[in-house]
Nanobody, 125 residues
């Protein structure tokens, strides 16, 4: 059973930056794609960014392209989300997720079988 623990959320002013981290318990972390999703109040969960198991490819939602960067350190079983130029519309609970199957890469929630508890990101105007 993979356990994921996020950290790094908080309150920031518009234009500021935050770095989210997600630590995984699974020793085979390096075999799984990782992703970040977010959910704002009253809205559906939406894809933010994903990265393949070896880090050779990453994808982003159009709304965060050029502002957010996903990365991973397989030696530390950790995935990161660097968020720059934050906007009030980025306010949401951000959750990291691990792929449902090893060596698969899907950009929808159905492709992820393990989820963290989420961390709140609030961007004030």
């Amino acid at each position: 059973q993979v356990q994921l623990v996020e950290s790094g959320g908080g309150l920031v002013q518009a234009g500021g930056s935050l770095r989210l981290s997600c630590a995984a318990s699974e020793r085979t972390f390096s075999s799984y794609a990782m992703a970040w999703f977010r959910q704002a109040p009253g809205k559906e969960r939406e894809f933010v960014a994903a990265i393949r198991w070896n880090g050779d490819r990453s994808d982003y939602a159009d709304s965060v392209k050029g502002r957010f960067t996903i990365s991973r350190d397989n030696a530390k079983n950790t995935v990161y989300l660097q968020m720059n130029s934050l906007k009030p519309e980025d306010t949401a609970v951000y959750s990291c997720a691990a792929g449902r199957y090893s060596y698969s890469y899907i950009l929808t929630p159905a492709g992820y079988g393990y989820w963290g508890q989420g961390t709140q990101v609030t961007v004030s105007s």
